[in-house]
C-alpha cells in the first residue's frame, strides 16, 4: 500500500516522542490487497478513518478491514468548489482539463482546498470527530486515510503532530514523505495524462506534495486561532479533558 506509514516516532520540543502504534496513514483502501488486508489485521487496527467525499467513496470504495469500525468524514461537504472526484474526473480528458487549469488553475485549486480544510465547518467538525476518536482508547489503533493519503489525511497528521509539540520543521519533513511515495504510485496516471495530450504541469500538483500547501494550511489556522492550541480548543471545540487524553495516549514522556 503506497503510503502507508506509522505516524509515531517523532520527538517532541520538550523531549517526549510521539507513540507508535497507535495511528496509521495511508492511501484509500479500494485497491488493498488480500495481503495488505492481513497486514492491517494484524497491526490490530480498530477503526479506519475515511476522509473522501461521498462521491470518491462511491466511485473508488474501499475493501472492508475485517474486525474494523468503518468512519467516513466527508470534510468538504460544505464547499462548492473543492471537490477532489470532479478534479480526478477531469483529468480522464487530458486536453479539457490542461485548458481549464491552465497558469496554475490546479495549484489555486489545492490552496483553496487546505484553506477550506480550516475554515468549512464540515472540515472543523469531520476533524473534531477525528481527533476525538483517537482520545478514545476503544478506537485506537486507527488508521486515517483519503484518496492519495497526501492532503486532508497530511493536515490530520499535522496538526496532530503540531499540537503534541512536534515542530514545525518534523512536521513539514513528516509530511513532505507523502512526495515520493505518491509520485512512485501515479507515475502511471501520468505518463498516461500525457500520452493522450495533457499537460504535465497540470496533473503534477496532483500527484505530488509541496511545502506551499501545507504553509497555505498553517497560515489559516495562525490567521483564524493564532495557534495550534486554540485552534483544537475554539476551532475543534476540544475541550480540556479531551486535549489532555490525547496528550496522555500519543506521548511518551522520558
Same mark, same amino acid.
Not at 478506537?139 to 496532530?160: E, I, M, N, Y
Given at each position: 500500500? !503506497?503510503?502507508?506509514?506509522?505516524?509515531?516516532?517523532?520527538?517532541?520540543?520538550?523531549?517526549?516522542?510521539?507513540?507508535?502504534?497507535?495511528?496509521?496513514?495511508?492511501?484509500?483502501?479500494?485497491?488493498?490487497?488480500?495481503?495488505?488486508?492481513?497486514?492491517?489485521?494484524?497491526?490490530?487496527?480498530?477503526?479506519?478513518?475515511?476522509?473522501?467525499?461521498?462521491?470518491?467513496?462511491?466511485?473508488?470504495?474501499?475493501?472492508?478491514?475485517?474486525?474494523?469500525?468503518?468512519?467516513?468524514?466527508?470534510?468538504?461537504?460544505?464547499?462548492?468548489?473543492?471537490?477532489?472526484?470532479?478534479? =480526478?474526473?477531469?483529468?480522464?480528458?487530458?486536453?479539457?482539463?490542461?485548458?481549464?487549469?491552465?497558469?496554475?488553475?490546479?495549484?489555486? =485549486?489545492?490552496?483553496?482546498?487546505?484553506?477550506?480544510?480550516?475554515?468549512? !465547518?464540515?472540515?472543523?467538525?469531520?476533524?473534531?470527530?477525528?481527533?476525538?476518536?483517537?482520545?478514545?482508547?476503544?478506537?485506537? !489503533?486507527?488508521?486515517?486515510?483519503?484518496?492519495?493519503?497526501?492532503?486532508?489525511?497530511?493536515?490530520?497528521?499535522?496538526?496532530?503532530?503540531? =499540537?503534541?509539540?512536534?515542530?514545525?520543521?518534523?512536521?513539514?519533513?513528516?509530511?513532505?514523505?507523502?512526495?515520493?511515495?505518491?509520485?512512485?504510485?501515479?507515475?502511471?496516471?501520468?505518463?498516461?495524462?500525457?500520452?493522450?495530450?495533457?499537460?504535465?504541469?497540470?496533473?503534477?500538483?496532483?500527484?505530488?506534495?509541496? !511545502?506551499?500547501?501545507?504553509?497555505?494550511?498553517?497560515?489559516?489556522?495562525?490567521?483564524?486561532?493564532?495557534?495550534?492550541?486554540?485552534?483544537?480548543?475554539?476551532?475543534?471545540?476540544?475541550?480540556?479533558?479531551?486535549?489532555?487524553?490525547?496528550?496522555?495516549? =500519543?506521548?511518551?514522556?522520558?
Amino acid at each position: 500500500m !503506497p503510503n502507508f506509514r506509522d505516524v509515531g516516532g517523532l520527538w517532541t520540543r520538550g523531549g517526549a516522542r510521539v507513540s507508535s502504534g497507535l495511528l496509521y496513514r495511508s492511501i484509500a483502501l479500494d485497491a488493498a490487497s488480500d495481503a495488505d488486508l492481513r497486514v492491517l489485521g494484524d497491526l490490530g487496527i480498530r477503526t479506519v478513518v475515511d476522509l473522501r467525499t461521498a462521491m470518491e467513496r462511491k466511485r473508488r470504495p474501499d475493501r472492508s478491514l475485517p474486525g474494523a469500525t468503518y468512519v467516513s468524514l466527508d470534510l468538504l461537504v460544505d464547499s462548492g468548489e473543492a471537490d477532489p472526484a470532479a478534479m =480526478f474526473a477531469l483529468m480522464e480528458h487530458p486536453r479539457r482539463a490542461s485548458a481549464e487549469l491552465r497558469d496554475g488553475g490546479t495549484e489555486r =485549486f489545492y490552496i483553496a482546498t487546505y484553506h477550506d480544510m480550516i475554515r468549512l !465547518p464540515s472540515a472543523r467538525e469531520g476533524y473534531a470527530r477525528f481527533m476525538r476518536m483517537l482520545a478514545d482508547p476503544a478506537a485506537r !489503533p486507527a488508521l486515517v486515510h483519503c484518496t492519495t493519503g497526501k492532503d486532508r489525511t497530511g493536515w490530520a497528521v499535522a496538526a496532530l503532530l503540531l =499540537f503534541l509539540g512536534v515542530s514545525e520543521e518534523d512536521v513539514t519533513a513528516e509530511y513532505m514523505r507523502s512526495d515520493l511515495e505518491v509520485r512512485r504510485a501515479f507515475a502511471q496516471v501520468v505518463d498516461d495524462f500525457v500520452a493522450r495530450g495533457g499537460n504535465s504541469e497540470v496533473i503534477e500538483p496532483m500527484m505530488s506534495v509541496r !511545502p506551499g500547501f501545507l504553509e497555505a494550511a498553517l497560515a489559516a489556522m495562525r490567521a483564524d486561532y493564532g495557534s495550534v492550541e486554540a485552534y483544537f480548543s475554539r476551532g475543534l471545540g476540544l475541550d480540556e479533558e479531551a486535549r489532555a487524553a490525547l496528550r496522555v495516549a =500519543f506521548l511518551e514522556v522520558r
